[in-house]
Nanobody
C-alpha cells in the first residue's frame, strides 16, 4: 500500500512558476514509477510527466516539454514537478500516481495508487 499526498498548487499568473510536491509513504521501495497527471473540468485526464524509480528516466507530454521538470528526493520519498512559463491551459487539478508493475508505461489505469490532487490555476 502506498499513500500519496500532493501539495504546492495555487494561483499564479501566466508566465509564472510553481513547484508541486508528491510525498509518498507506505511501501515506497516497491514503487516503480511516479507519474504526474492533470485534469481540467470537462476534459479527460492526461499524463504530464513520469519518473522511473529504477534508473531515473523521465518522460514528458509534448505540451509541457521544456517548461516542466520532474525530479525526486529519495531521502524524503518525494517527487517534484517544477512548472515554469505557466499558461492558462495548464490550469487543472494535478495528481501524482504510483506505478507498481511498470516503469512509466501504459495508460492511466496502469498506475495503482493516486493522491487526492492539488489545484493549479493560471490566470491574470
Amino acid at each position: 500500500q502506498v499513500q500519496l499526498v500532493e501539495s504546492g498548487g495555487g494561483l499564479v499568473q501566466p508566465g509564472g512558476s510553481l513547484r508541486l510536491s508528491c510525498a509518498a509513504s507506505g511501501s515506497t521501495l516497491d514503487v516503480h514509477a511516479i507519474g504526474w497527471f492533470r485534469q481540467a473540468p470537462g476534459k479527460e485526464r492526461e499524463g504530464v510527466s513520469c519518473i522511473s524509480s529504477s534508473d531515473g528516466s523521465t518522460y514528458y507530454a509534448d505540451g509541457v516539454k521544456g517548461r516542466f521538470t520532474i525530479s525526486r528526493d529519495n531521502a524524503k520519498n518525494t517527487v517534484y514537478l517544477s512548472m515554469n512559463s505557466l499558461k492558462p491551459e495548464d490550469t487543472a487539478v494535478y495528481y501524482c500516481a504510483a506505478q507498481m508493475y511498470y516503469y512509466c508505461s501504459g495508460p492511466d489505469y496502469e498506475f495503482d495508487y493516486w493522491g487526492q490532487g492539488t489545484q493549479v490555476t493560471v490566470s491574470s
